[in-house]
């Protein structure tokens, strides 16, 4: 017997979106917070200051600048191991995060988690996650628990295009629209996920329509542009909190470091990078948006640059003087009570 059930009509983008002199200059700061302190802790990290694996946000800060803007600090997020521009975005203190990198007890995570799993439930910030989307089935549950206590929230589940083909992926999509469970996928498609092209490694390489054989329907937007994923967020989000079950949104983004520090990214060449940088940028285009529109002018600009700076000094600075976790932390944290759970 044929299968009778109606196929939810397709998210639409967002039209040409506007913004306020006082928003552009909100996203700016913000976008500029991030950039400054991935390019610090890259510094730091070729200083032998922090250890381990380190994945940096480099030219994927619109995404989640542009998605905090629909949501609020009830809403729980999710996300990979590139987190630290997450937790940042959430409302964590830099110092924390970069205690966290240097693994001082001061960390976010008493620096225990590094800088693939640092977590902060009081920011709504439910981690990075160092198994290739594990983070999704995780996000999917907590959607699952927002909906059995009848909450009006919504779990933004972050993931990469690599990440968008795995298995337990696929597991998740089917459970959140069986039950319709409020949360919005959103896939950070930075084209290389960790050194392959999507068109080599996907049969559809327009993620946005992964979900369509679950019922699950799709935006696909530019996640070079704050304003634009801010407002696919905004769509995606009103859709969800309505009780029409999950949605997916593509951000079509572009990171201009390798995939981790360890990569020299050869599988592109520099004139690719550049290219991007030139016309695609995500700060400068806001930058060109203040200038254009008469809200600020180069001189108001860097000053708001060299505050970021500042900021960004102080709380590496602050990290790096921080004391190691006392040895007993060895015992902490490592079960939960069931009663507090």
């Known amino acids: 017997m044929a299968n009778t059930k109606s196929k939810p009509k397709l998210a639409t983008a967002p039209a040409e979106a506007t913004a306020s002199a006082e928003e552009l200059h909100k996203y700016y700061r913000e976008m500029l917070l991030v950039r400054r302190f991935e390019e610090k802790a890259g510094q730091m990290y070729g200083m032998g200051l922090i250890g381990g694996f380190c994945h940096l946000y480099i030219g994927q800060e619109a995404v ?19 987190c630290h521009a997450h937790a940042i975005a959430r409302g964590v203190d830099p110092r924390k995060v970069f205690a966290e990198l240097t693994g001082r007890g001061a960390g976010i995570s008493k620096g225990k988690g590094g800088s693939m799993h640092m977590f902060s439930p009081e920011h709504g910030f439910w981690g990075g996650h160092g198994i290739v989307g594990a983070q999704v089935p995780l996000g999917t549950g907590i959607a699952f628990a927002l909906k059995y206590r009848e909450s009006d929230r919504a779990c ?5 295009d690599g990440a968008a083909n795995q298995g337990q992926v696929h597991e998740a999509y089917n459970m959140a629209a069986l039950w319709k469970l409020p949360v919005v996928y959103i896939i950070e ?21 992964h979900g369509e054989g679950f019922g699950i329907p799709g935006i696909q937007c530019d996640g070079m542009d704050v304003l634009a994923t801010r407002d696919a967020a905004r769509e995606a989000v009103s859709f969800v909190r309505a009780g029409n079950g999950p949605i997916l949104i593509e951000m079509k ?60 000094n102080e709380a590496a600075e602050f990290a790096q003087n921080a004391p190691e976790p006392d040895v007993a932390e060895l015992f902490t944290d490592i079960l939960a009570d069931a009663e507090d759970a």
């Open 64 to 82: 989640v600048i542009g998605v905090e803007q629909a949501i609020n600090n009830e809403d729980p997020v999710i996300t990979s191991y590139r």
């Open 156 to 160: 933004m589940t972050y993931f990469g």
């Open 189 to 209: 498609n930075n084209q290389y996920a960790m050194g392959t092209a999507v068109k080599r490694a996907s049969a559809e390489i327009d993620f946005f329509k």
């Open 253 to 312: 983004t572009y990171r201009y470091r390798g995939h981790s520090m360890s990569d020299p990214a050869k599988y592109r060449t520099k004139e690719e990078v550049q290219e991007v940088r030139r016309s695609q940028d995500p700060i400068e285009q806001v930058k060109g948006r203040l200038i254009d529109g008469g809200h600020a002018d180069e001189a108001a600009l860097k000053d708001v640059d060299r505050e970021v700076r500042a900021a960004i």
